[in-house]
């Protein structure tokens, strides 16, 4: 059987790599419809080695469709959900428009693939530091559940889109040159910068993109009651986010028994021999789909058992684009 797949949001960074990601992966497409606004109508993306136009993202634009991967904002996503339900696809959302919402699955493949069986309509992708987070972590939570994390998350400029990765690009060629950076994309310069902000601050001063770790996570792995205070930071790398995690779990787990079932985990490799400078690196785990885990060891901080590791992967892919194909792939078994 093939498959009629839109892609909403064709010509951006996600976009792009999903419609790289459908043909790697071979997956059964029979119509692949490239969907953008106005302004990129008429542009050509390449599909199995064919030419197809852009067309225009509108609710016409959906009829006959199976699978809708879309890659806008909430703005366009809340637009177009009603018409992608009512032309009978299945819309899977990257946005966060839709994540907490009660008939809404939010779906890891390697975490809770039965959740996407529950869909109305819409499946939610998570958040890309999420996802990463959570594929590293997840053997752990097999063994014991997760009550709390202390996580720092180091996200690459990808993370804001086409955009964000030509403002690095522009600003690290002008300073190289004596010229001044742009600054459009992000709040200050991030060429040889961090910035401690991803989102707006809420009451408590954490950012939408530091609260979503621990509502996606809760709503990811059932684990209504889990904790986490997390700090998201944007640095200057192209496309893989690095996090910094220390977890604490029901019963506390060895640092030999975390290594055995991460090395064995659905989504992850282990690079943890630091001793011999074996860890995971941002530029190791770009254009790959697999959640790179080490530094693994016992958090000398925590009262009860608590480990400490460190994960990179790719926010483009496995953070986005190959998320939402894999559970493209679930809907069709
Ligand atoms: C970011 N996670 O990194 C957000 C959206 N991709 O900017």
């Known amino acids: 059987k093939t498959y009629n797949v839109a892609i909403l949001g064709s010509t951006g960074a996600v976009g792009q790599e999903m419609i790289k990601v459908l043909e790697e992966r071979n997956f059964p497409v029979k119509e692949l419809r490239p969907l953008a606004s106005q302004r990129s109508v008429g542009k050509k993306i390449l599909f199995k080695g064919k030419e197809i136009d852009v067309q225009l993202a509108c609710p016409e634009a959906f009829m006959g469709m199976d699978i809708v991967l879309s890659a806008v904002d909430n703005q366009w996503a809340k637009e177009f959900a009603p018409a992608i339900i009512k032309a009978g696809a299945v819309m899977?959302?990257?946005?966060?428009?839709?994540?907490?919402?009660?008939d809404v699955p939010l779906v890891v493949p390697e975490i809770n693939p039965e959740d996407a069986a529950l869909h109305k309509g819409i499946i939610a992708n998570p958040n890309c530091s999420t996802i990463i987070a959570l594929t590293a972590v997840n053997a752990l939570n097999k063994i014991s559940p997760i009550k709390k994390m202390i996580v720092s998350t180091y996200q690459a400029v990808s993370g804001a889109g086409v955009?964000?990765?030509?403002?690095?690009?522009?600003?690290?060629?002008?300073?190289?040159?004596?010229?001044?950076?742009?600054?459009?994309?992000?709040?200050?310069?991030?060429?040889?910068?961090?910035?401690?902000?991803?989102?707006?601050?809420?009451?408590f001063g954490y950012t939408s993109e530091e609260m979503k770790m621990q509502n996606e996570g809760r709503k990811i792995m059932h684990l209504p009651d889990l904790r986490v205070n997390c700090t998201c930071v944007r640095v200057p790398i192209m496309r893989s986010h690095s996090i910094s995690i220390a977890l604490e779990c029901e019963a506390p787990i060895s640092v030999e028994q975390a290594k055995a079932v991460i090395a064995?985990?659905?989504?992850?490799?282990?690079?943890?021999?630091?001793?011999?400078?074996?860890?995971?690196?941002?530029?190791?785990?770009?254009?790959?789909?697999?959640?790179?885990?080490?530094?693994?060891?016992?958090?000398?901080?925590s009262d009860h058992g608590g480990l400490s590791l460190w994960c990179c992967g790719d926010q483009v892919r496995k953070?986005?684009?190959?998320?939402?194909?894999?559970?493209?792939?679930?809907?069709?078994?």
């Open 264 to 301: 064995k985990a659905k989504g992850c490799v282990l690079k943890d021999d630091p001793t011999n400078r074996v860890y995971p690196m941002p530029l190791d785990t770009s254009d790959q789909d697999l959640v790179f885990v080490g530094r693994i060891r016992e958090d000398i901080a």
């Open 319 to 333: 953070g986005a684009a190959t998320n939402a194909v894999q559970i493209a792939e679930i809907l069709i078994k």
């Open 163 to 203: 955009a964000g990765i030509q403002e690095l690009n522009q600003q690290v060629m002008a300073l190289g040159h004596g010229k001044p950076a742009e600054v459009n994309t992000f709040p200050y310069q991030i060429a040889y910068n961090l910035i401690p902000q991803i989102g707006d601050f809420n009451e």
């Open 92 to 102: 899977i959302d990257n946005s966060s428009a839709f994540r907490m919402a009660e």
